[in-house]
């Protein structure tokens, strides 16, 4: 697995906001948060509610009802293997 670069282009990409278990309570919590961050440099970024795969689990998501990590281009362009990345560091086998 490559290591995977923390971009603004690659966040885009990522489907999380999309997905049934990022809640819309954690998205109300978030949205201000992550678009103020995401005004910085991504690479410099300690901790972002989004692209778990590439930064640490969520601190908010804590209850799978899907995981759309499989249908992601980053997943693909990465060779990742694991899901449920806003659950675990790392993922989920
Ligand atoms: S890591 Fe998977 S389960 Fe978690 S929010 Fe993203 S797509 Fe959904
Ligand atoms: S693989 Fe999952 S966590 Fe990573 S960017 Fe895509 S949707 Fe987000």
Do not use: W
């Not at 049934?20 to 309570?25: N, T």
């Not at 949205?31 to 989004?50: A, P």
């Amino acid at each position: 697995m490559r290591k995977i670069e923390k971009s603004k282009e690659n966040v885009q990409k990522c489907l999380c906001l999309q997905c049934p278990s990022y809640s819309q309570i954690c998205q109300i919590k978030n949205t201000v948060g992550t678009s103020y961050k995401l005004m910085t440099e991504v690479d410099k970024i300690k901790h972002l509610e989004l692209m778990f795969c590439a930064f640490e689990k969520s601190r908010c998501i804590v209850e799978s009802k899907g995981c759309l990590c499989k249908q992601c281009e980053i997943y693909q362009k990465y060779h990742l293997q694991h899901q449920d990345y806003c659950l675990k560091t790392g993922g989920t086998n």
